[in-house]
Structure formats: C-alpha cells, structure tokens
C-alpha cells in the first residue's frame, strides 16, 4: 500500500511558478513509475507529466506542459515533484499525483496510488 500527499498548490499569477510535491510513505518508493495529473472545473482529469521509475531517467510530458514543467524524483526522500514554469491561466486545475507499477505514460490503468489532490490557481 503507497499513500501519496501533495502540496505546494496556491495561487500564482500568469508567468508564475510553483514547484509541486508528492510524499509517498512506503519502503518501495523507487520501484514506481510516478504521474501527476490534472482535473480543471467541469473537465475530465488529464495527464500532465510522468517519470520512469528508479532513476527517472526517462519522463513524458503532455503537451501543452512540455518545455515549462519538469517533473523530477528524489527517492531519498519518497517524493516527486513538478516544477511549473511560465504558468498559464488555462493551467488552473487541481493536480493529483499517482503512483504505479506500469509502463511511464498517461494510461490510467498504469496507476494503482493517487494522492487527494493539491488546487493550483493561475490568476491572468
């Protein structure tokens, strides 16, 4: 059983950053492929970005975040984090991150784990 926590949402003008944070209890952190997702009002929840597991040398990313979010591991510390750059208002939603044993990807089938969610507000 892994029981993911986010944080670091808030409310950030456009052009903004923010770094998420995802803490997952659990002895077998690196053996996980990692995911954040997104769910804005009144839209299904999205794939955002995910990570490889152990070292996370290969990572996905959607496309309307590639080249402003970087989704990062540290497995030190059981945590994963997003770090958006250049936000947008179009990138408010609140933002879940998910923990797998599948293939890296955006598939929902991968992830067995999600954290409750953290809200992200991008103010134009």
């Known amino acids: 059983q892994v029981q993911l926590v986010e944080s670091g949402g808030g409310l950030v003008q456009a052009g903004g950053s923010l770094r998420l944070s995802c803490a997952a209890s659990g002895r077998t952190f690196s053996s996980y492929v990692l995911g954040w997702f997104r769910q804005a009002p009144g839209k299904e929840r999205e794939f955002v970005a995910s990570?490889?597991?152990?070292?996370?040398?290969?990572?996905i990313y959607a496309d309307s975040v590639k080249g402003r979010f970087t989704i990062s591991r540290d497995n030190a510390k059981n945590t994963v984090y997003l770090q958006m750059n250049s936000l947008k208002p179009e990138d408010t939603a609140v933002y879940y991150c998910?923990?797998?044993?599948?293939?890296?990807?955006?598939?929902?089938?991968?992830?067995?784990?999600w954290g409750q969610g953290t809200q992200v507000t991008v103010s134009s």
């Open positions: 998910a923990a797998g044993r599948g293939s890296i990807g955006g598939r929902y089938a991968t992830y067995d784990y």
């Open positions: 990570i490889s597991w152990w070292s996370g040398s290969s990572t």
